[in-house]
């Protein structure tokens, strides 16, 4: 790992919190003279928590318009309020008290949108009910005003002086490429983001997304910094690199968190947030913990220890997913809606399982152990070699670590060409992407034994992403070419270059004649994989894939 590399690793842990790794949190908010309650200023309901949080909301369209933490307003940046999408523009906005709790609704046609403030807390929650796709994607943005937290160019710095890619990639000076979709992580690696500094902590504590699509490998957008501010998001559903439907119903709450520099509570954490004071609150699509179920797992067999494993449950209504334990695979999934769902298990994020399970309101569905089936984990097969790991990402080819937060063009990005030979470091030497203009064609030498070249063998090539139908198709030794394979279903946006190798997983096969190997056991046997396509422009966005394994088997 280079230096440039740890650096960057070390930054993003400071400012985006892991549920492992949440550390000691600051409890929110400390009380101080001031009364809660609201007020009406004309062109905005104005919330204060009676901690040290006063914010506002407009009565016209129902964007956060301030949002100030003892004595700062932290609220927006280039004019800009913060809002779901862009801003929804006219809408119909009400505010009532009950008790301790204020609730501002958001009505834009189908869509509605609250923001809720307890008595005493540094917090405001929100939900988001969105009934359709007059809305084009769902995610709210918190947008900062310079100055207030450290601007050190992270990796999704939005304000670099060369553009690399449409409007939303850029290159530094030195040749390192920023985006706002340079994240890093999956959903499932963090449940807050945000800032620190001067003594304050600025965060949103994401939902548990059981409205939002992609499952718990999905990457998106999370926060961006610029020369004019910052953005936080909660990103519930978008487009880019999508796999699955979008969802709708009520999503949230999601937490905008003030603290004195510290990560937010865990009380707050997805999983462990409990709203039993937002029950009577009447808020369209909501289902308290009494309506919702758990599917509880004694264990799963047949697993390969040496990799995590993930139980998904998904419908199109619904997602949830949890880590199985690394000793027998218990794993317990709460706060389920009831129904009927996809039971997945992942082996790092390869599906090598799946069933159907159905959750009831207040019930807790118990399961036996799950049997993997050997036959179900490619990993399992016997290979005369393999490059690579079954575990549906490309974790370890050249480049992998780098491209979750970076654009292939990158300066601190390995050549992506260059030939492998099997039994030299061949995994770390093979490019975790091939893209038909970039370095299609890129060469694998290998050799057999006498045994193995007189018998015809099936070859592997597993990918976890394709761009503009990007495919494999193989020659061996110059004398056998396999026929193109059809493209599986992929998502149609950009993912090799914003961030992302996260799919469809596909596995494709070829059968190699014995013909085509080399019976000269001491000469290599040179496999040739290119990339095929009609479809992709030029450079790094034309026609691609992802690598999570590739092997000959016995």
């Given amino acids: ?63 956060l318009t301030s949002l100030i933490y003892r004595g700062t307003d932290y609220q927006g940046y280039g004019g800009m309020n913060s809002h779901i999408e862009s801003g929804l523009g006219t809408s119909t906005v009400s505010m009532r008290q009950s008790g301790t709790t204020i609730l501002i609704s958001v009505a834009h046609g189908t869509l509605r949108h609250y923001y809720a403030a307890r008595s005493g807390e540094n917090n405001i929650y929100l939900w988001t009910a969105k009934a359709d796709t007059s809305v084009s994607a769902t995610r709210y943005i918190l947008r900062v005003k310079k100055g207030l937290f450290l601007n050190d160019e992270p990796d999704s710095y939005t304000y670099a002086p060369t553009t690399v890619e449409a409007s939303d990639v850029f290159a530094k000076s030195d040749g390192q490429t920023r985006s706002k979709h340079y994240s890093g992580l999956r959903v499932m ?54 796999t699955e439907a979008q969802r709708f119903g009520l999503q949230g709450p999601y937490v905008i968190a003030f603290t004195d520099g510290g990560t937010p509570s865990p009380s707050l954490f997805p999983g462990t947030l409990t709203t039993s004071w937002a029950d009577s609150l009447g808020m369209s699509g909501y289902v308290g913990a009494g309506g919702r179920g758990k599917v509880a797992g004694v264990g799963i067999s047949g697993r390969n220890t040496a990799y995590p494993y993930t139980v998904g449950l998904s419908n199109p209504a619904a997602q949830y997913w949890g880590p199985a334990r690394a000793s027998d695979g218990w794993f317990s999934i709460g706060g389920v809606l009831p129904g009927t769902y996809t039971l997945t298990v992942f082996k790092g994020e390869l599906a090598v399982y799946t069933s159907s399970v159905t959750v009831t309101a207040g019930g807790t569905t118990t399961l036996n152990t799950i049997a993997i089936p050997s036959s179900n984990d490619p990993g399992n097969a016997n290979a005369i070699w393999r490059i690579g790991d079954w575990n549906g990402t490309p974790a ?67 990918v976890t992403t394709a761009y503009a139908n990007g495919r494999p198709q193989v020659t061996v030794n110059d004398t056998w070419t396999s026929a193109i394979p059809s ?27 014995a013909s085509a190997w080399r019976t000269d056991t001491g000469q290599y046997n040179v496999l040739r994989i290119d990339v095929v396509s009609g479809s992709g422009t030029t450079g790094y966005l034309s026609a691609g894939t992802a690598i999570d394994a590739i092997d000959l088997l016995a």
């Fill in 1 to 63: 790992m280079s230096g440039s590399h740890r650096r960057s690793v070390r930054r993003r842990t400071f400012v985006l919190g892991a549920t492992a790794a949440a550390g000691t949190a600051a409890l929110a908010g400390t009380a101080r003279a001031a009364a809660f309650g609201w007020s009406d200023d004309g062109s905005n309901y104005v919330v204060d928590t009676g901690a040290d949080l006063v914010f506002k909301v407009s009565k016209t369209n129902g964007d």
């Fill in 189 to 242: 690696d963090y449940d807050h983001i945000g800032w620190t500094g001067g003594g304050v902590g600025l965060w949103i504590v994401r939902s548990n997304h059981e409205k939002a699509s992609g499952g718990p490998f999905y990457r998106s957008l999370l926060r961006h910094q610029s020369a004019d501010g910052g953005g936080l998001y909660e990103i519930l559903y978008y487009g880019q690199n999508q």
């Fill in 396 to 462: 370890g080819f050249k480049n992998a670590g780098l491209m979750t937060y970076a654009h292939p063009s990158d300066v601190r990005a390995a050549s992506w060409t260059g030939n492998v030979v099997v039994g030299s470091d061949e995994t770390a030497s093979f490019p975790c992407y091939l893209w038909k203009d970039v370095n299609s064609g890129i060469l694998v030498y290998f050799k057999l034994t006498a045994a193995q070249a007189a018998a015809a063998h099936t070859l592997r090539i597993g």
């Fill in 487 to 513: 493209p599986p279903a992929q998502p149609s946006t950009r993912s090799l270059t914003n961030g992302s190798y996260r799919g469809n997983n596909h596995t494709f096969t070829y059968s190699v004649p």
